[in-house]
């Protein structure tokens, strides 16, 4: 899903659904430099009528907000206070060492893992 204004984008969405799993990411440009889309990204397979075959340089905008506005909107629109819960760094390191960096895990319903066994 794309947010454009007067024909240029400055928010992307996507989501990748399997059977027991959903993630979904966004993001707003807010002071990008536009020349490192074309660096990075690929042109789409498939894309929006309004793109008309444009570069992500020309088919992109930075909007014209703060960091803190957006947060502040966010907070607002989720009606929080913005305050995050601590972060057990020693228990993420863990958990991915011994869990979401095995192959057994990454895999874990792929036929890639079980036919090279």
């Known amino acids: 899903t794309d947010l454009a204004i007067n024909g240029l984008k ?25 020349t490192l889309l074309d660096q990075s990204l690929q042109m789409p397979s498939v894309e929006p009528s309004y793109r008309n075959s444009r570069s992500h340089d020309k088919f992109c905008k930075n909007i014209s907000v703060t960091v803190d506005f957006v947060k502040n909107l966010i907070k607002e629109a989720w009606q929080t206070n913005g305050t995050a819960m601590p972060v057990d760094r020693e228990k993420i390191c863990q958990l991915t060492n011994e869990k979401y960096n095995q192959k057994e895990w990454i895999y874990r319903q792929s036929k890639i893992i079980k036919e090279s066994e």
């Open 10 to 34: 400055f928010s992307g969405n996507a989501q990748k659904r399997t059977r027991n799993a959903l993630v979904f990411h966004g993001t707003f440009l807010l002071n990008l430099d536009l």
